[in-house]
C-alpha cells in the first residue's frame, strides 16, 4: 500500500458508499474497504508524551506551507503542532486551514471564537468536525496550537454532500470557482494515471475500475478546495498559510500545491512537507522534504481483503 496517500485515499470511502449506492456490487466492495479503514482507524494510540520527529532548522519559511500526515499517527501531529507555534510565534499574520472541516463553516467558527474565546470545544462543534472520523482528539494538539497562538483558522474541505454529488456526476457537480481553477490547472495523462493508481493503492487494490473516475473527481475537487481556501486567506491579508492535510493532499506533483502554481503562485513560495514513518517510501519530486516519526500500534487495513 501506498503509506503516504493511504489517509486521504481512505478517507473518501464512507462519502464513495453513499455516491454508489445504487451499485450492489461496487457498494459491497466499498463497504469491504471502509471496513480496513475502520481498522487502520481503531489503532491504539502511542502513549509517548512527544514527539520523535525533529525539528526543522531554522530557515525563511515561505508563505504557503503544506505539512502532511497520516491521519492515525500521533507523533505526527504533536510534531506539527510544535511547527504551528514556531511559524505563528514569528508571523503573527498566519492563517491555519484544516482539511479536517468544510470551508462552509468558516463563519461559524469565526462566530464561535468571538462568542467564546479559548473555548475549543465550541470551535469543534461550530465547525461540525466528525469527532468519531477523524478520531477526535487526535488532533486536539494541532488546534490548540493555532487558537492559543490566536491565529486564524479555516476550512479547506468541501461538505460531503458536495463530495457525493461529485461522486456521482462529475463536472456539472463542481462548485464554480473550483471548476474555475481546475481549468486553469496543467494536468496531463500521466497526472491522472498516478492519482487513480495511487487511490487503488491506498484502497487495498480493492476499489473496482467503475468507482475509480469518480474517487479521482472527488480528490481533485478536495485538493482545488484546500488550495482555493489557502488562496483565499493569503488575499485577505495573511503572510503565511498553512495547511494541515494529509499527504495525499500535500504532494507536489498531484494535489494542493498544483492548483497553487495554477493561480499563479511561485514554485519557491510553497513547502510541502510529508510526514511519514520510518520505512515508508516518497513519491519521488512529491515532497520538498519528509519528517519522520515511529508508526503507532495499527492493524493492518487490508486485513479485510485477506480473509
Known sequence: MNIAFRGAALALVPLLLAACASSTTATATARSAASASASASAASVDSRAAPTVSAPAARSEPPFILLGELHDNPDHHRARAEQLRRLIAHESRTVVVFEQFSRSEDAAVARARQAAPGDLNAVIDAAKLDRKSWRWPLHQPLFEAALQSGADIRGGNIDRDQ?????????????????????????????????????????????????????????????????????????????????????????????????????????????????????????????????????????????QFKR
Not at 493569503?234 to 502554481?261: F, W
Not at 520505512?279 to 487495513?301: I, K, L, M, N, T
Open 163 to 303: 463530495v457525493r454529488r461529485i461522486v456521482r456526476e462529475g463536472d456539472a457537480a463542481w462548485p464554480a470557482e473550483l471548476l474555475a481553477l481546475r481549468e486553469r490547472t496543467a494536468w496531463n495523462g500521466a497526472q491522472q494515471d498516478a492519482l487513480r493508481q495511487d487511490i487503488q493503492d491506498g484502497h487495498c487494490g480493492a476499489m473496482p475500475e467503475a468507482m475509480l473516475p469518480g474517487m479521482v473527481q472527488a480528490q481533485r475537487a478536495r485538493d482545488a478546495a484546500m488550495a482555493r481556501a489557502m488562496l483565499d486567506a493569503r488575499e485577505a491579508g495573511a503572510k503565511r498559510v498553512v495547511l494541515i492535510a494529509g499527504n495525499g493532499h500535500v504532494r507536489r506533483d498531484l494535489a494542493v500545491p498544483v492548483y497553487l502554481q495554477a493561480a499563479g503562485v511561485p514554485s519557491t513560495d510553497i513547502d510541502a512537507v510529508a510526514y511519514l514513518e520510518p520505512g515508508s517510501a516518497a513519491p519521488a519530486g512529491g515532497f520538498d522534504r519528509v519528517e519522520r516519526a515511529p508508526a503507532p500500534s495499527r492493524e493492518d487495513p487490508c486485513a
